[in-house]
């Protein structure tokens, strides 16, 4: 085996004295770039169990401000504890931008309150988002399991901007039950809806998502009815298929939507129990 691999290099590898071998100084060298190979197959095959095990990667994420700003950090945090070779990024834009920036390539996936129709993307409902009553701790509205739209109507309400998609969904759960609500604070975030109400300033509706972070001694969140809610979009590219990461990712963050859907589920008999809602 010995000669054999001389003859293919072309010159000695050993000396042979006394029944013994010593290496020439091409057969050092030989050895040095051989282990300089060897090392490198073995970081090659440690990156390769790596990703295969979803330890190393790197996830850009495009999603608009109630979903980026409180909700996926919190979300994202418990995923990278688990994986801390993995690089991420999140960008803010409002919906109606993350199709344009989807289409530059700067993100894996993105998440949109709007669908879009655009050839370059695949865009799938992804979750439907309720809207929930913030609360200040101590508000006599706290000690109901599921809030009339029509007694919310009656409080100081802070509302989110005319711009943010959700205030469509939420003018029309009034209509539906008759009232007309004339805000005495608009804003343009549900964290900043939130800190407002934190500070004894109103009550809003904010989506559920928005509810994380915040402790009860912070707010109460209750579930209204009926209850407004919004469809959000996934966005990815059409023809790229998503990274076992990504997808990994958008499972949490799915299940982690269920949990907070299920938790503002109000029950049939608090329902039940409510005023009938007028017919038009």
């Known amino acids: 085996m010995i000669r054999g691999f001389e003859d293919s290099c072309g010159f000695a590898l050993f000396k042979r004295a006394g029944g013994r071998l010593h290496p020439t100084s091409e057969a050092q060298r030989l050895y040095l770039e051989t282990e300089k190979l060897l090392t490198g197959v073995a970081r090659v095959e440690n990156i390769a ?15 608009y401000p109630a979903f980026s700003l409180r909700f996926l950090p919190l979300i994202a945090s418990s995923f990278l504890d688990a994986r801390p070779d993995v690089r991420l990024s999140i960008e803010t834009r409002s919906s109606r931008a993350i199709y344009e920036s989807m289409l ?12 879009t129709s655009h050839s370059g993307l695949d865009c799938r409902i992804f979750r439907e988002t309720s809207m929930v009553c913030a609360l200040p701790p101590g508000h006599p509205l706290a000690r109901k399991p599921v809030i ?13 901007g005319r711009d943010d998609l959700s205030t ?18 608009r804003v343009q ?7 407002f109400v934190a500070e004894g300033q109103g009550v809003a509706l904010v989506p559920a998502l928005a509810t994380l972070g915040w402790s009860e001694e912070q707010l109460t969140f209750r579930p209204v009815w009926p209850k407004p809610a919004k469809e959000m979009w996934l966005y990815t590219r059409t023809h790229e298929p998503l990274s076992m990461l990504s997808g990994l990712l958008l499972t949490q963050i799915r ?8 938790r503002f589920r109000p029950a049939p008999e608090a329902v039940a129990a409510l005023p009938p809602l007028p017919i038009y």
Do not use: H, K, N, Y
């Not at 975030?189 to 800190?195: I, S």
């Open 168 to 185: 469509t969904v939420t003018a029309e759960a009034f209509r539906q039950v008759g009232e007309d609500i004339d805000p005495v604070i």
């Open 255 to 262: 299940e982690e939507l269920d949990r907070i859907e299920a």
């Open 104 to 115: 530059t390539g700067v993100a894996d996936f993105g998440i949109s309150l709007i669908p």
């Open 189 to 195: 975030m549900a964290d900043t809806a939130c800190t």
């Open 148 to 160: 009339d739209l029509r007694e919310i109507a009656r409080e100081r309400f802070i509302s989110l």
């Open 49 to 63: 169990r790596s990703i295969r095990e979803l330890e190393r990667g790197e996830i850009a994420v495009l999603a």
